[in-house]
């Protein structure tokens, strides 16, 4: 009786994986000449593909709502495209038309620029963290949003 209860007090005291005290905000880690920013963005979601799709969304997402903050001196921060007060509520129809499954979005990012093992994500019983480098088109991105009218030039 007393082996069975020492198992289970020992059982109970091994380490637990936690996501509570990750880092989700998004940094722009590098920048080209074209206005193309490389931004390290965060997916959470039920499994990987999902999750590094999230992160995609997410890197836009930000560039247009919130603004990106740099990673290092060597990069300078992005303020946000859409700085109105409630914009998220105001264009909630556009954007989620925009972010829509096969949606325009995609146009705007991609993976193809992102070097070896720069992904990486955390899988626990109730979610994937992807955590992904994407390359953010900025000033495409916003000739879109002025040629659709949510933009004032």
């Known amino acids: 009786m007393a082996v069975i209860t020492m198992l289970v007090v020992l059982?109970?005291?091994?380490?637990?994986r936690s996501q509570?005290?990750?880092?989700?905000?998004?940094?722009?880690?590098?920048?080209e000449l074209d206005g193309a920013y490389?931004?390290?963005?965060?997916?959470?979601a039920r499994n990987a593909v999902d999750a590094y799709e999230?992160?995609?969304?997410?890197?836009?997402?930000?560039?247009?709502?919130?603004?990106?903050?740099?990673?290092?001196?060597?990069?300078?921060p992005q303020k946000a495209l859409l700085l109105e007060v409630n914009a998220e509520q105001?264009?909630?129809?556009?954007?989620?038309?925009?972010?829509?499954?096969?949606?325009?979005?995609?146009?705007y990012c991609n993976l193809r620029q992102r070097r070896i093992l720069s992904s990486n994500f955390?899988?626990?019983?109730?979610?994937?963290?992807?955590?992904?480098s994407v390359t953010v088109f900025r000033n495409e991105l916003k000739a879109r949003l002025?040629?659709?009218g949510i933009l004032k030039q």
């Open 20 to 31: 509570a005290y990750y880092d989700y905000n998004s940094k722009i880690i590098a920048s």
């Open 146 to 148: 002025i040629a659709d």
């Open 122 to 132: 955390a899988r626990t019983d109730a979610q994937v963290v992807a955590q992904v």
């Open 90 to 107: 105001k264009y909630e129809d556009y954007l989620n038309a925009f972010f829509a499954e096969g949606g325009p979005w995609q146009n």
């Open 54 to 76: 999230k992160a995609q969304k997410q890197a836009i997402r930000d560039v247009i709502l919130l603004g990106v903050e740099s990673s290092d001196a060597t990069v300078k």
């Open 11 to 16: 059982a109970g005291c091994g380490a637990r």
């Open 38 to 44: 490389t931004i390290r963005a965060f997916g959470c």
